[in-house]
């Protein structure tokens, strides 16, 4: 009986090392401007098996994790042009809602709005990108960088060259740059 407790732990504890690595390999991909259709393949098949791994790491079905991996793999999806594989991971990333709040960081949830986005363009749909714009205004300059990357605005809609470099931007609804003052009061 223990034997098999220490198994299956060990077993978890390879599935978190694997997991942590595919999710690397996919995001690298994910972020690259362009790649080859082998790298893409390489992407998409780089966060599913995040995504499975995941599952196996934790025991559960919504924890941060699996929403992360939802999210990498709606993103790498949308990214291969797979509609349908972005849909279905942006719906299963906003089934994890439940996961614990406390747990979420702004940008948990901007990445989960973006997987949504994404995956609405891949389909050839329309999606109102200010409720993203407004969500992307909030947050630090880091992450600000890092969805620049995913979406395929201008990159002044991040406003990444007019906020300071710790904080979050402004950003107008029509995705234009505002300069925030802040007073020293």
């Given amino acids: 009986m ?22 690397a390999r996919a995001w690298d991909l994910i972020e690259q401007p362009a790649r080859t259709p082998v790298e893409t393949t390489e992407m998409i098949d780089a966060a599913r098996a995040a995504r ?7 025991g559960m079905l919504g924890n941060l994790e699996m929403l992360r991996a939802h999210q990498a793999v709606a993103c790498a999806c949308a990214r291969a ?7 279905e991971a942006a719906r299963l ?3 994890c809602s439940w996961v614990d709040a406390r747990d979420l960081t702004p940008f948990d949830r901007a990445m989960t709005m973006t997987a949504e986005h994404l995956a609405a363009l891949a389909q050839n749909g329309y999606t109102d990108p200010e409720p993203l714009m407004r969500t992307i205004a909030t947050l630090e300059r880091g992450e600000r960088e890092r969805l620049s990357r995913l979406l395929p605005w201008p990159r002044e809609r991040f406003s990444l060259g007019a906020a300071s470099e710790d904080g979050p931007a402004s950003v107008r609804a029509d995705g234009a740059q505002q300069t925030v003052v802040h007073s020293g009061r």
């Fill in 93 to 95: 990333a906003t089934a």
């Fill in 81 to 87: 042009n797979d509609a349908a594989g972005a849909r």
């Fill in 2 to 23: 223990h034997e098999q407790r220490t198994e299956r732990a060990d077993l978890r504890a390879c599935a978190r090392t694997l997991a942590c690595r595919f999710s």
């Fill in 52 to 58: 499975a791994l995941w599952r196996l790491a934790s």
